[in-house]
């Protein structure tokens, strides 16, 4: 049905669509299907397939007369360490009047290993709402509360009058934990919010015994000082609540809402036996660099970036166990690739040098992405702007662009220049709460000061959002995300067509892309690095 759909679709397009003078649509797709190939095995990160991705891509670069722009040649070592959850000898249980009641894993609560887990801890149990402390508008909720030695109940989401950028961005991983720590917690436990869960309970536990990772190395350590993190099935949380003369109903009702959350102690202590295993991975980020023509503006870089790496092999879903990541993100990767050859073959002069970069670990936490923007194989004040390209979803047929990032930096308005030229509107990102701004490649630049944006396919009609929405139930880590989808060519020719013009205007333009004044990310653009 969707296929037939899609197929009509294309057919209107072939007349409606932009005129793409430099993409022909069918180099991005082929490139897909050899990433999305089942040889790659999804690419997992320090996978042999994730490697011979990586080696397709050299070798393409090389053809190309790409520089390579690495630490070793195209490659950039990173270095990463896995934790792994056994369950079997683990344990979490609640303790209420000295009664100690045994958790079931999996069905009421799972450990997180995204943070450090202690082997044993026993810790009184604080309710803090949101658990967010936003000092630019004068909330806290942790004010008032004694969390000293104890465990920090979090119920996720945030009030409705805080910004989304600012709620997406002290719930990242890293300022979520500072505020705890800072407050005196030691661990948290975290109940995901029913009205805004992506997944499951059930798909969200599918994943507990999967090996998280990080980067290896004291400077990415983002959780010092955690001894128990725990994420709480919400059917389950009235277990928490009890005597507290509250119930989990009232609380989700209010959050549903983004009302202010009532915060108190509550009546119960957690218990945890936690034991892990960790392994070192190894992986590589690409690097390639076409040099400027201008004698000065040539030492500053556009970065262009898209994670290679997906999630390999997992669970079978309709008797397919690999998880191939075409949309998700051959799609980016093979962007690139198309971007290099015609700036290559381009006789438009490009003042500034362009480096491409294919990170890997995206799927784990950003990690690919955060080791290269700490410590990049170009003089780190030598980038000037990111085009992050991550899963853009040409699938509809391309009349708007969603742009996260857009009221960020004047790289909003020459996008909107770009795609006007080309018969397209921009909009801002229209679902906040889903924090995609902080969520993909380009929040590490922004983290180190560059002015950053991803642009994806947006839509414009009703059976458009619902193709998207379909494609998000049903496909988004799925293997079903693979060669075997409907795509619109003419989409991705047009998307190319616009990251093309807008890295041209980025790499020409004299004047280096700037944060807008009121924008919050603006303060990373300050010293430090
Ligand atoms: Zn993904």
């Given at each position: ?11 209107v397009?072939?007349?409606a669509?932009p005129a793409?003078?430099n993409?022909?649509?069918?180099s991005?797709?082929s490139?897909?299907?050899i990433?999305?190939?089942d040889k ?7 996978s042999?397939?994730?490697r011979q991705?990586q080696?397709?891509i050299?070798?393409?670069?090389k ?7 690495g630490?070793d040649?195209?490659?950039?070592r ?12 683990s344990s979490l249980?609640l ?11 999996g069905?009421?609560?799972y450990f ?8 044993k801890v026993e810790a009184p ?7 967010l402390?936003i ?7 942790l ?6 030695g ?8 945030s009030?409705?009058?805080?910004p989304?950028?600012l709620?997406?961005h002290y ?6 934990w500072k505020v705890l720590?800072?407050a005196?917690?030691i661990g948290?436990i ?7 869960m992506?997944?499951?309970w059930?798909?969200?536990a ?12 004291a400077?990415?350590?983002e959780?010092?000082?955690?001894r128990?993190v725990?994420i709480?099935?919400?059917?389950y ?6 005597g507290?003369g509250?119930t989990f ?8 809402e983004?009302?202010a ?8 202590s ?9 392994r ?7 690097v390639g ?9 040539k030492?500053e870089?556009?970065?262009l ?6 999630v390999?092999?997992?669970a079978?879903?309709?008797?397919d166990r ?11 990767s093979?962007?690139?690739l ?5 700036l290559?073959?381009s006789?438009e002069p490009?003042?500034?040098s362009?480096?491409f ?19 990049p ?7 000037i ?7 853009f ?5 391309l009349?708007?662009?969603t ?6 930096s004047?790289l909003?308005?020459?996008?909107a220049?770009?795609a ?7 909009q ?14 380009q929040y590490n630049?922004i983290r ?7 642009i994806d396919?947006?839509?414009?009609d ?6 998207l ?9 799925a293997?079903?995300?693979?060669a ?18 807008l ?12 944060w807008k004044?009121?924008?919050?990310f603006r ?7």
């Amino acid at each position: 049905m969707l296929r037939t759909l899609l197929g009509l679709s294309l057919t209107v397009m072939a007349c409606a669509a932009p005129a793409a003078a430099n993409f022909d649509g069918q180099s991005w797709w082929s490139n897909v299907k050899i990433f999305a190939d089942d040889k790659f095995e999804g690419r997992e990160t320090g996978s042999t397939g994730e490697r011979q991705a990586q080696a397709y891509i050299v070798r393409q670069l090389k053809a190309l007369g790409v520089e390579p722009a690495g630490s070793d040649g195209y490659y950039q070592r990173v270095k990463l360490r896995t934790t792994e959850i056994q369950e079997a000898s683990s344990s979490l249980a609640l303790i209420r009047d000295g009664q100690s009641q045994p958790l079931d894993l999996g069905e009421q609560a799972y450990f997180s290993t995204r943070y450090t887990l202690a082997p044993k801890v026993e810790a009184p149990l604080v309710f803090v709402g949101y658990g967010l402390n936003i000092p630019e508008q004068g909330y806290d909720d942790l004010a008032g509360l004694d969390l000293d030695g104890k465990i920090a109940v979090v119920f996720t989401g945030s009030p409705a009058d805080i910004p989304s950028a600012l709620s997406a961005h002290y719930q990242s991983r890293a300022e979520r934990w500072k505020v705890l720590k800072a407050a005196g917690a030691i661990g948290m436990i975290s109940i995901p919010n029913p009205a805004s869960m992506e997944m499951s309970w059930s798909r969200m536990a599918l994943n507990r015994d999967l090996p998280s990772m990080d980067l290896v190395g004291a400077e990415f350590d983002e959780t010092a000082g955690s001894r128990l993190v725990v994420i709480f099935n919400p059917a389950y949380a009235d277990l928490l609540f009890e005597g507290t003369g509250h119930t989990f109903a009232e609380i989700a009702a209010l959050g549903k809402e983004r009302k202010a959350l009532p915060r108190f102690p509550l009546g119960v202590s957690i218990s945890a036996v936690a034991h892990t295993s960790s392994r070192a991975v190894n992986s590589t980020n690409v690097v390639g660099r076409i040099p400027g023509r201008d004698p000065k503006l040539k030492r500053e870089y556009v970065v262009l970036s898209a994670h290679i790496d997906h999630v390999g092999v997992g669970a079978p879903i309709n008797g397919d166990r690999i998880y191939n990541g075409a949309m998700d993100n051959g799609s980016g990767s093979a962007l690139l690739l198309d971007v290099a050859r015609s700036l290559k073959h381009s006789r438009e002069p490009v003042k500034r040098s362009v480096l491409f970069v294919w990170v890997t670990a995206e799927e784990k936490g950003l990690l690919g992405s955060k080791y290269f923007a700490a410590h990049p194989t170009v003089a780190p004040k030598s980038m000037i702007a990111d085009i992050n390209t991550d899963m853009f979803l040409p699938i509809i047929p391309l009349k708007a662009l969603t742009v996260y990032g857009l009221a960020e930096s004047d790289l909003g308005d020459r996008i909107a220049r770009v795609a006007a030229d080309q018969g397209l509107r921009v909009q801002p990102d229209p679902a906040p709460l889903h924090n995609v701004f902080i969520r993909s490649d380009q929040y590490n630049f922004i983290r180190h000061g560059i002015p950053s944006v991803m642009i994806d396919v947006a839509p414009t009609d009703a059976a458009d959002e619902q193709t998207l929405k379909d494609w998000r139930a049903n496909r988004y880590h799925a293997p079903s995300d693979d060669a075997n989808q409907p795509v619109d060519i003419a989409t991705a020719a047009a998307y190319e067509e616009v990251i093309r013009a807008l890295t041209l205007n980025v790499a020409n333009d004299p004047a280096r892309p700037a944060w807008k004044q009121d924008s919050f990310f603006r303060r990373y653009a300050g010293g430090g690095s």
